[in-house]
C-alpha cells in the first residue's frame, strides 16, 4: 500500500511540475449553435459563427493583436498615408491556398469585387467596402483607396481573402452556398452537409497546426450543445452563456477558458428627457448602480468592469482611472442638489415625482440587469419602470428618441472609432448618436481627428479626450464588458482566446497528444 500511494504521489507530482509538449496528430470535435444560414465565405459571413467560421478558413492581410492593434496576418508589411484614405499591403512569400496555387494581390481585387456586388453590396460586410477601389501594383503588392479619411479601415482588412483562380469563373450569387473552394487557413473542407463539417489540416497552410483536423458539429440551441460537450459528444463549444459556464466549470475533466471581447454593456441618456438633461441625475443614477453584483450574481463572474466607450481590450486607446465607485450617499446628495428631494420613498421637484422608463431588449441577461437597476435605483428614490421589448424593435425606438433611458449591448470591434456614437452629426434621423446630449465642439474635433490619421499616438490622444468628455458629461454609465467563453474538455491544450474572442486566431495551438517533461 505505502508503494502504491508513493507511486501515485510521484505520478501526481510529475503531472503539476511537468509541462506538456505539442505533439501533431489527433482530432477535435465541436460544438457549432446554428444561429442563420451558414456561409464559409466571409464576405457573405453575417452571423457569428459564420464570421468565426469562414475566418478560420480564410485569412485576412491582418488580424487583431492581444491590445486591439492590428498584425500582420497574410500581409507581412503595409504603409498608411497621411491623411488615412491610401493602404498599400505586401503580402508574404510564398503563401499559397490548400490546393497549392499561390496567394497574390489578385486574390484581394477578386474579394473587394465580390464585396461590392449586387450581391453583397446592401449587407453590413458590403457597406463596409463601399467606394473603396483597389489596384495590383504587383503581384504582392495591394493599393487600397478611400474616398475620405478612415484610420479604421485597417481593422476591416482582416476579412478573409477569396481565391480568384478558383471562385471567379462561379456566378458570385452561387458564392454563399460553396463549400469546395481552396482555402489559405489551417484546415481545409473535406465533408459537409447540414449536420457537420469536417475540415482536415491544410497541406500548404503558412500556420501549420498540430491537428490533424477538427469537426464541426451544428446544434439547434446553446442547452444542447452543452449537455453534448458535458456528455463527451464533443470537445469543445465557444457559445457558452452564464448559466452554461458554470456548469461546465463545476464538471469532471471539463474546464472555461475565457477571453477579452470588444463588446460592452451601457445605460444610456436621453437627454432630451428634462430630468435626464440634469446632470446631477444623470452622476447620481451611475453612483447608485452597483455593477459589481450584476456581474457577479447575474453574469457568474464572466465579465469585466467598463468604464468608457471604448472597452479595456482595445488597450492602446481605452481611458483608465475613471471607474464609477457604488456610492449611494454621493447619489443622495447629487439628487438634492439637483432640487430632488426625498418624499418618503420617492424624489420629488417642483411637484414632479422622478420616475424614468428603462428600455432593453427581452432577452437574457439583459431583462435581468434591467431588473437589478430597477432595485438599484429605488434605492436613492428613482422609480424606474422597465420596458423589455422585442429586439428588432429597441432600434427604432432608439432612434426615435422615444425612451428615457436604455440598456444597449455593443461590440464595435477592434477600432476605437466611435464617431457614429457620440458625433453631433450622427443624431438626426437614421443616426446613432441617441444620447440626445448638446452638441460638444471638443467632443466633436476629437471624433474627427481620430478617424483622419492613422498615427497612433495621435490617434490615441484624440480618444482620452473624447472618452474625458463623455464621461464628464455623465452621458451613459458603462457596466462591462462579457468575457467570450469557451467549454474544453482537459485532453485539449494550447486553447486561448485572444482579444475579441476570436478563438480561431490560434487555433494552430491546439493539441492533443503531448509529451510530458519537467
Do not use: C
Amino acid at each position: 500500500v505505502i508503494v502504491v500511494a508513493a507511486l501515485a504521489g510521484g505520478l501526481l507530482a510529475f503531472s503539476r511540475f511537468s509541462r506538456q509538449d505539442a505533439l501533431p496528430g489527433g482530432r477535435v470535435t465541436e460544438a457549432v449553435v446554428v444561429d442563420g444560414p451558414i456561409t464559409l465565405v466571409p464576405a457573405f459571413a453575417e452571423t457569428p459563427n459564420s464570421r468565426d467560421i469562414s475566418a478560420l478558413l480564410y485569412r485576412g492581410l491582418t488580424r487583431t493583436g492581444p491590445d486591439g492593434k492590428q498584425v500582420g496576418e497574410l500581409a507581412k508589411t503595409w504603409s498608411v498615408d497621411a491623411a488615412a484614405k491610401t493602404f498599400t499591403f505586401h503580402l508574404r512569400r510564398g503563401l499559397r491556398w490548400s490546393d497549392g496555387a499561390p496567394i497574390t494581390s489578385e486574390d484581394a481585387i477578386y474579394t473587394l469585387s465580390v464585396l461590392q456586388s449586387d450581391s453583397d453590396a446592401r449587407s453590413a460586410v458590403g457597406q463596409a467596402w463601399s467606394g473603396v477601389s483597389a489596384v495590383a501594383v504587383d503581384g504582392l503588392t495591394v493599393t487600397y483607396s478611400l474616398p475620405q479619411s478612415s484610420a479604421a479601415f485597417l481593422s476591416l482588412t482582416s476579412m478573409g481573402l477569396l481565391p480568384e483562380h478558383s471562385l471567379k469563373p462561379r456566378p458570385v450569387t452561387a458564392l454563399r452556398q460553396q463549400t469546395d473552394a481552396p482555402t489559405s487557413g489551417p484546415f481545409d473542407v473535406v465533408a459537409a452537409d447540414r449536420q457537420h463539417l469536417a475540415l482536415d489540416r491544410n497541406p500548404h497552410a503558412f500556420e501549420r497546426p498540430y491537428l490533424d483536423g477538427i469537426d464541426l458539429r451544428f446544434y439547434d440551441s446553446r442547452t444542447r450543445a452543452t449537455e453534448a460537450l458535458l456528455n463527451g459528444e464533443v470537445d469543445v463549444f465557444a457559445g457558452l452563456g452564464a448559466d452554461e459556464a458554470r456548469r461546465v466549470g463545476s464538471a469532471v475533466n471539463r474546464r472555461v477558458v475565457t477571453g477579452s471581447t470588444f463588446a460592452y454593456a451601457e445605460l444610456l441618456f436621453n437627454q432630451k428627457n428634462a430630468a435626464l438633461g440634469d446632470d446631477h441625475v444623470r452622476k447620481a443614477i451611475g453612483l447608485a448602480i452597483d455593477r459589481q453584483v450584476q456581474i457577479t450574481s447575474t453574469l457568474a463572474g464572466f465579465a469585466r468592469p467598463d468604464d468608457t466607450p471604448i472597452p479595456p481590450s482595445v488597450r492602446w486607446a481605452t481611458l483608465l482611472g475613471r471607474s464609477i465607485r457604488l456610492d449611494r450617499a454621493a447619489a443622495n446628495r447629487e439628487l438634492e442638489a439637483g432640487g430632488w428631494h426625498s418624499v418618503g420613498r420617492s424624489r420629488v421637484k417642483d411637484g414632479q415625482k422622478l420616475q424614468l422608463k428603462l428600455t432593453t431588449g427581452d432577452a437574457q441577461p439583459y431583462s435581468s440587469i434591467a431588473a437589478g437597476i430597477e432595485r438599484d435605483l429605488a434605492a436613492v428614490g428613482i422609480a424606474t419602470v422597465t420596458q423589455n421589448l422585442p429586439a428588432d424593435t429597441v432600434l427604432p425606438r432608439l432612434q426615435s428618441h422615444q425612451f428615457d433611458m436604455a440598456l444597449t449591448a455593443l461590440d464595435n470591434g477592434p477600432d476605437p472609432d466611435i464617431y457614429v456614437f457620440w458625433h453631433s452629426s450622427q443624431e438626426g434621423p437614421g443616426g446613432f448618436n441617441f444620447s440626445g446630449m448638446p452638441a460638444n465642439a471638443a467632443l466633436d474635433q476629437d471624433l474627427e481627428g481620430g478617424r483622419t490619421t492613422a498615427d497612433y499616438a495621435a490617434r490615441r490622444r484624440a480618444y482620452l479626450d473624447a472618452q474625458t468628455q463623455i464621461l464628464d458629461d455623465h452621458a451613459a454609465v458603462f457596466l462591462y464588458t462579457p468575457d467570450a467563453m469557451m467549454g474544453a474538455r482537459d485532453t485539449v491544450k494550447g486553447i486561448a482566446l485572444p482579444a475579441g474572442g476570436q478563438r480561431y486566431d490560434t487555433v494552430q495551438d491546439w493539441f492533443v497528444n503531448g509529451r510530458r517533461r519537467l
